[in-house]
């Protein structure tokens, strides 16, 4: 007779592989972005590292934010992250996701991004170098084979917080907004592979 296995036992061993299997998302919204390619490149290379920049929201690991976020942009971060399956990790970099940067002062810029999603390692600096964004990496590869990183499942467990500040931010129903923008397009596509 076969026993259940108690998973939980491999949890060490998944989180060590976790750490070195990173797929990254880069969502660059602003001037963060150009701190991207250095990291790709020989000097830093974060391919030795088991990184990989992958396109795909279905996929990530590692979700960048790379500068200032809008209320528009917002929406489409929310819905990348939602989108992607757990565990993730959210790493954002710059002074704006923190607290708005040099445009503290706009009305068009969210200020403390973590209240709404969760952001497992902020990376301060406008903008930080390439080196300050890997030493953020490595805190958050040694938080994730510790088991620290765990803001996909504050996610879920403080959900109605988090969809409280996104509501009072983008207004109630904003989702099903959203969703009514793209339902005519991907019928179209449908329409289109069936011919």
């Known amino acids: 007779m ?16 976790r750490k070195k299997s990173l797929w990254i998302v880069a969502f660059c919204t602003g001037c963060g972005g150009i701190e991207m390619p250095p990291l790709m490149t020989a000097r830093y290379d974060i391919e030795r590292f088991g990184m990989l920049s992958d396109p795909s929201p279905r996929q990530y690991d590692l979700f960048l934010i790379t500068g200032y976020v809008t209320p528009k942009t917002l929406k489409r971060i929310i819905i990348t992250y939602e989108l992607s399956p757990d565990p993730k990790y959210v790493l954002a970099h710059g002074s ?10 706009s009305y068009n810029t969210v200020k403390h991004l973590d209240k709404y999603i969760p952001v497992d ?21 040694d938080m994730i ?14 959900y109605e917080w988090y969809k409280k500040n996104q509501d ?27 011919k």
Do not use: H, Q
């Open 2 to 17: 076969v026993g259940m296995v108690d998973w939980r036992l491999f949890e060490p061993l998944f989180n060590w592989a």
């Open 96 to 105: 704006c996701p923190i607290n708005g940067g040099v445009y503290w002062d």
């Open 145 to 158: 084979e510790s088991g620290e990183a765990d803001g996909w499942r504050r996610y879920k467990e403080n």
């Open 121 to 141: 390692v902020f990376i301060a600096g406008c903008m930080p170098r390439p080196e300050a964004v890997m030493d953020g990496i490595y805190k958050l590869m």
């Open 168 to 194: 009072e931010l983008l207004g109630e129903g904003w989702r099903e907004k959203e969703a009514r923008k793209w339902i005519p397009w991907l019928v179209d596509k449908t329409r289109e592979v069936k």
